[in-house]
Every structure is written in structure tokens, then in C-alpha cells.
């Protein structure tokens, strides 16, 4: 399995958390509907009860509930993820279940012709509701074993007690059937508690450990225990950032290529590293997403911050005044864009709009190397990441290295002429601010005026764009009489932490198109306004810091892939073992 495999069946495995009530209050509801649905149907089929008892019952079953919620809370007191919201949801998934063995136990009476009805279904549901939150408490709220088995009893003992008449006690919690089945299902959520935990050693110690610090990071914004599970994984490495630094009078404007990749997800590591970037360069500059993948994410802030601090020490290779116009090629969906300044190679690649994941390491070296046969002294190769897809297919990656070989072709033979340089930021668009699928950075316009005539390119401080996004703000500029040449993103994964599939909103998924037309008039204005006779420095800098690896992705996945595997074995023991023993129980 390749490392961005890897990385997309981590994600996968990861957005089964997202599972959940949207809210603690839908998760209340439902808990107080089920358990009413239960109270009712087992004292009017079961026991046939008169109204009053089933009122008293009902009033005494429901609030017991609540206020179990409540002690539940404090019996988790000092656990590492302990929040009420997480006990209202665990309590609404406990009541589906045992609701579900009560209806299909009457089901189960109906089909078989059973009589009298069965009170074991009562304890039966009892028990599969235990089981449950025994597996989650051990694996989501990090608690032991021994304390999960005795605090998942608490709850459903306190509504099976305040839910049916006394009388009734001693004979359901004594049936043969109720107790086989609460016996198996105890042992299978110990089994699978134990088992699963350890199912990723000796690579991943524990794999509860992982979910509870991913958990805590994803929902409750806290870092230090995921961090510091990634950075012990670590490795040191030298990681090299490029930059074109354009000289002006007054001021300079910064197009920054790290060759480190973002995330690995929301506020962990390096996910915002391209706003942390764009703080260093003064609030100028375009921090582009380069050929790299997951691998070489920055596992912790405080290795960001060594990052950061290293950009001072700055390697200037050399200088020169001159471009050429830039040089586009498009062959279907695949548009490489470059141009020359002096000897080293601004070269940008999109498949938009039918989309890619992140471009393959191999196809930027094979391009980096046929610019090197060329004669170039620096290939600024840039990922453009502007819209979604699939990794790229053999078709579309031999287009793009084709495409990318003729672009090197025609720029080697380009005349050059001297530049200006504008830039404007979205900085003082307030509108902005309130759209989740933008990072820190916001929005820029940087305008290229070669013999008169500008060249635009935007970019995006987002986790990749929605397909067609792209091309209408190209279209747009287009009929305003502006050329945008491309529109990037920097694939920040500040903006991660979604209740969506991707685990993110990319740019386009909520901002208007009336918004995004006004930022970008503003913009190519403002930029234009901005237009300044500039010079060209070629800077390198070079980093010693941790980067996470492949290994890591790679351990991660196996891991949750077996746990998922034995998942699915328990899951059929328990469904056929209830299936059996609502055949069976009598």
C-alpha cells in the first residue's frame, strides 16, 4: 500500500467518529424517546400493565435515565476524554440497542408463536446495552477494563429498576436465557476490548491510546497528546524552502515553495503552516503547495516553531531583473503554466476540473531533472491543488509530464524582458471572515506586468477547491478584461476537523459567488494599483526539523484496519448470537 493510500484509509477509518448525533440535545431526545418506546412496550405487551403504573414507571424510568447520565460523569471523573455530550451520546446508542432487542423479541414471539410472552428480552437488551458501553468506554474515554465492566452495569441497572414493577425482578434476572446471553456478550466486549487494543503492536502500543488522542485533538481542540505521539515517530530530516523573493522600491512581495506538506490535520503540527509563513513574510507573499505528500508532514508545534525560527537563515543563490511571458499549456483536463525568471523555472500544474489528489513525488523529480538537461539552475515546481479528484491515473500523469517537458521547451527559448510586481491581500475584506473553508492567509492576487500587459495569478489560503470553482473565477477575471493565469491553494489542513466525508469544507462549498466575484475585482484592482518595477532574488533555506514519515501512515493503517476487521468478526458473533438466543429464549 503506497503512503497516500495510507493516508486516505487512515482518514476513512477515522471518519467512522463522526458517527454521532450532531448535538447532545438530539442525543437526549433520542434517549428519552427509546427508553419510553421501552418502558411502554414491555408493560403493555409484556406484563399488561394498567395506565397508572405505566405512568409512574414511565416518569421514574426517564429520569433515572437523565440523572445516570449525570453519575456516569462523575464516575469517569479523571478519565482522559470525559464529557457530558459524549455520555448524552453514548446513553442514546445504549437505548437504540435495547429497544432493538425488545421489538425483534416480540417479533421473535409473533413469528414463533410464543406464549406467554417472553420477559427475557427485558435482561437480554439489558445486557447487549452494557456491552456496548463496556467497548466504549474502554476504547473512546480511555478507561480500564475493570472499571468500564463495573460503571457500564450502572446505568441500565438503574432504569431496569426504576422501569418495571418489583415483582417482576427476580424472575427476569434469573432467566437461563437472559443470563447465557449476558454472559457471551460480556466476554465478547472484554475480548474485543483487550484484543483490539493491542492489535497494533509492537508498531502502535495501543491503538485506544491513538483514537482517544485523535478524539481529544478533534473535538476538544487539545494537541499535546496526539503531538506527542506523532513527533516520538519522528525523524529528523533537512528540509529544503524555496523562495522567489521580488525586490521592489518600497517594499517586497514573497512566492514561498516549502517542501514540507501540510497537516496532517486541523490545529496539529504543521497544518497551518502556511499561514505561520505567511506571518514571516510580512504579510506578503503566496505560500504554494509543493510536490510532497503526507510524509512530510510537521508532527508537533513546537517543531513548526524550529521550522519558523529557520527561515532566517537564508541562502541568497542569486539575483537577476528579467522574465518571460509566461507559457501555458493545456492537453484536456491538464494545464501546466510556467514561467522563467532569469534561470530558474516558476512552473505551476493543475488537472482541474476533473481534479487530482496530491501530484506523485516521482512525476516533480522527472520534471525537476529534464529542466536540469535543460540548462535551468532552480525549478520551482508547485502543486496547484485547485480542485478535487482521485490520485492521478497513468493517462493524465504522462499528459502532465509531457505537457510539462514541452512548457520547459518553449520558456528555454523565451525572450526575456524586465518585470513589475503588484500584490493586494484580502486582509481588509471582513466579509470574508466568516467562511470555515478559509485559512488565516485569506485571499491574493499577485500581478506579473511584462511589456504592458499583466498576468495574474491567485491564490487561496484552503484545503483544495470545489471542482469548477477554478475555472469560473478564471472566466470571470476573463470578461472583466483581466488574465488570471491560474488559481492555487495551499491545501492549509487549518480548516480541517469537518463533519464531512473529506473532513473538510473546500473553497467554494458555502461563500457566494457574488463574495468571491467582489474579493477578486478587489483584488486585481488593488494588485494593479500595487504595480511596482521589480527585481528577482532566488533565496534557499534549509531546515533541520522532524517530519513524520511514511511508516507512521503506514502503521497507523494497518492498525486500524485490523481493528476494523476483528470489528466486523464480533459484530456478526454478537448479531448471531442475538439472533439465536431471540429464537431460543423462552
Known amino acids: 500500500m503506497g503512503e497516500l493510500d495510507d493516508v486516505t484509509n487512515v482518514h476513512k477509518r477515522w471518519s467512522l467518529t463522526r458517527i454521532n448525533f450532531s448535538s447532545h440535545k438530539i442525543s437526549i431526545a433520542v434517549s428519552i424517546i427509546f427508553s419510553i418506546i421501552i418502558i411502554i412496550t414491555f408493560h403493555i405487551y409484556f406484563i399488561n400493565s394498567v395506565f397508572e403504573e405505566i405512568l409512574i414507571h414511565l416518569m421514574s424510568g426517564v429520569l433515572i435515565l437523565l440523572l445516570s447520565d449525570f453519575v456516569d460523569y462523575f464516575l469517569l471523573k479523571g478519565n482522559p476524554i470525559n464529557k457530558l455530550s459524549k455520555i448524552f451520546h453514548l446513553s442514546a446508542f445504549s437505548m437504540i440497542l435495547w429497544f432493538s432487542v425488545i421489538i425483534f423479541g416480540v417479533l421473535s414471539d409473533i413469528i414463533f408463536s410464543k406464549s406467554p410472552p417472553v420477559h427475557a428480552y427485558m435482561l437480554e437488551g439489558f445486557f447487549l446495552a ?40 427476580f424472575e427476569i434476572v434469573t432467566n437461563q436465557f437472559g ?28 491503538t485506544f491510546g491513538l483514537l482517544q488522542a485523535f478524539l481529544d485533538a478533534w473535538t476538544e481542540k487539545k494537541n499535546d497528546k496526539i503531538e506527542k505521539i506523532f513527533e516520538s515517530r519522528s525523524s529528523h530530516s533537512e528540509i529544503e524552502t524555496r523562495v522567489i523573493k521580488f525586490k521592489r522600491n518600497s517594499d517586497n512581495v514573497f512566492l514561498v515553495l516549502p517542501e514540507i506538506h501540510p497537516g496532517p490535520f486541523m490545529y496539529v503540527g504543521g497544518s497551518n503552516i502556511s499561514f505561520r509563513l505567511y506571518e514571516f513574510f510580512s504579510n506578503k507573499a503566496m505560500i504554494f503547495h509543493s510536490i510532497s505528500d503526507h510524509s512530510l508532514n510537521i508532527p508537533s508545534g513546537t517543531e513548526v516553531d524550529k521550522y519558523i525560527d529557520s527561515m532566517q537563515l537564508q541562502d541568497i543563490k542569486y539575483e537577476g531583473y528579467t522574465c518571460t511571458n509566461p507559457v501555458q499549456i493545456v492537453v484536456g483536463n491538464v494545464t501546466v503554466t510556467g514561467v522563467l525568471f532569469g534561470k530558474t523555472v516558476l512552473m505551476i500544474l493543475s488537472n482541474s476540473p476533473k481534479g487530482m489528489e496530491d501530484i506523485p513525488i516521482e512525476i516533480g523529480k522527472e520534471i525537476e531533472k529534464y529542466a536540469n538537461e535543460l540548462g535551468f539552475d532552480e525549478t520551482f515546481l508547485v502543486d496547484s491543488h485547485n480542485s478535487m479528484g482521485d490520485i492521478l491515473g497513468t493517462d493524465d500523469m504522462k499528459k502532465m509530464l509531457n505537457s510539462a517537458k514541452k512548457c520547459l521547451e518553449l520558456m528555454k527559448n523565451s525572450e526575456q524582458y524586465q518585470f513589475s510586481i503588484g500584490y493586494a491581500n484580502s486582509e481588509h475584506l471582513q466579509k470574508l471572515n466568516r467562511y470555515q473553508e478559509l485559512g488565516k492567509a485569506g485571499l491574493s492576487v499577485l500581478i506579473i506586468k511584462i511589456n504592458e500587459k499583466n498576468f495574474g495569478l491567485g491564490w487561496i489560503d484552503s ?91 503506514s502503521d497507523y493503517s494497518n492498525a486500524l484496519d485490523k481493528s476494523m476487521k476483528f470489528t466486523k468478526i464480533c459484530l456478526g458473533v454478537t448479531l448471531g448470537f442475538v439472533s439465536i438466543m431471540l429464537y431460543l429464549s423462552r
Not at 195 to 201: A, E, N, S, V, Y
Not at 477 to 499: M, P, Q
Request: aromatic fraction near 12%.
Open 130 to 169: 452494557v456491552g456496548l458501553r463496556i467497548g466504549l468506554f474502554c476504547s473512546v474515554f480511555g478507561v480500564k477494563l475493570w472499571k468500564a465492566m463495573l460503571i457500564s452495569f450502572v446505568q441500565p441497572a438503574l432504569f431496569f429498576i426504576f422501569s418495571i414493577p418489583s415483582q417482576y425482578y
Open 179 to 206: 443470563l447465557i446471553f449476558g454472559t457471551v456478550i460480556t466476554i465478547i466486549g472484554v475480548i474485543w476490548a483487550v484484543r483490539t487494543d493491542r492489535i497494533g503492536r509492537p508498531n502502535v502500543h495501543s
Open 463 to 553: 484545503n483544495n477547491m470545489k471542482n469548477g470553482i477554478r475555472e469560473y473565477l478564471i472566466n470571470f477575471a476573463k470578461n472583466r478584461g483581466d488574465n488570471i493565469l491560474e488559481v492555487c491553494t495551499s491545501d492549509t489542513h487549518e480548516t480541517s476537523g469537518k463533519r464531512t466525508g473529506q473532513g473538510y469544507f473546500p473553497f467554494g462549498n458555502s461563500i457566494e459567488t457574488k463574495i468571491m466575484e467582489d474579493a477578486y475585482r478587489y483584488m486585481i484592482s488593488e494588485a494593479e494599483k500595487d504595480t511596482k518595477k521589480s527585481a528577482f532574488e532566488i533565496i534557499k533555506i534549509k531546515s533541520q526539523i522532524k517530519i513524520m514519515g511514511e511508516d507512521q501512515y
